[in-house]
Each structure stands twice: as structure tokens, then as C-alpha cells.
């Protein structure tokens, strides 16, 4: 059974960084991707950061890039979002996402990805 667990949320003071890990079981080899998506209050759900597995190539949201890092440790089957220089408006549920099919709707579209976690709180304060 394929199940994703996040962990690392939190409230973090406006400048500060936080580090989100999410650990993806029961896959086997048929993970293609793994990402971040966040929902902040009143707005959609939107894609942060993906990562191919097998060739470590990522995208970025333009809000994100330069500030936050995604990257994998495939011996753990677990991704890790590092964000730096957070600012109030990063404040969200983060949601780590998984593909393992072969539908692809582009990185950042939720339809892209076949299993959500729970989901791990960011609230950054000014």
C-alpha cells in the first residue's frame, strides 16, 4: 500500500527557514516523481517543487525559486523541501505529492500525481 508521511512544519518568524520531509512507502520501483504542493487559506492548492527520481531533475514555482530546495534520498524513499528566506505569504498547508503513472498533465498540476499526504503546516510570522 502506497502511503506518503510529511513531517518538518511549523511556525517560523519571516526570514527564517524550515526544512519539510516527506517519506514515500510501498512504491517500490514505480515511483516517477515525487513533489510539493501548498494550499494557503482561501486560495487553490498549488505545485512548489517536484523531482524526477531516477534523474534528479526538479522544477520550481516561481514564487519558490532561489529561496526553497527540493532534493531526495532515494536509499530513504524520502524527499525534502529546504525553505529558506520564508516570508508571510509562504504560510500554507504543504502537501507532499507522488506519480507513479504514466499520466502526465504538466509538474504542477494536481491531476498529475496519484497520492497526496496528509499534508504538515508552515506558518511564517512577521
Known amino acids: 500500500q502506497e502511503h506518503l508521511v510529511e513531517s518538518g512544519g511549523g511556525s517560523v518568524q519571516a526570514g527564517g527557514s524550515l526544512r519539510l520531509s516527506c517519506v514515500a512507502s510501498?512504491?517500490?520501483?514505480?515511483?516517477?516523481?515525487t513533489g510539493w504542493f501548498r494550499r494557503a487559506p482561501g486560495k487553490v492548492r498549488e505545485g512548489v517543487a517536484v523531482?524526477?527520481?531516477?534523474?534528479?531533475?526538479?522544477y520550481y514555482a516561481d514564487s519558490v525559486e532561489g529561496r526553497f530546495t527540493i532534493s531526495q534520498d532515494n536509499a530513504k524513499n524520502t524527499i525534502y523541501l529546504h525553505m529558506t528566506s520564508l516570508k508571510p505569504e509562504d504560510t500554507a498547508m504543504y502537501y507532499c505529492?507522488?506519480?507513479?503513472?504514466?499520466?502526465?498533465?504538466?509538474?504542477?498540476?494536481?491531476?498529475?500525481?496519484?497520492?497526496w499526504g496528509q499534508g504538515t503546516q508552515v506558518t511564517v510570522f512577521s
Open positions: 523531482i524526477h527520481r531516477r534523474s534528479g531533475i526538479t
Open positions: 505529492a507522488a506519480r507513479s503513472t504514466s499520466r502526465w498533465d504538466g509538474w504542477a498540476a494536481e491531476s498529475t500525481y496519484n497520492d
Open positions: 510501498g512504491y517500490a520501483d514505480s515511483l516517477i516523481s
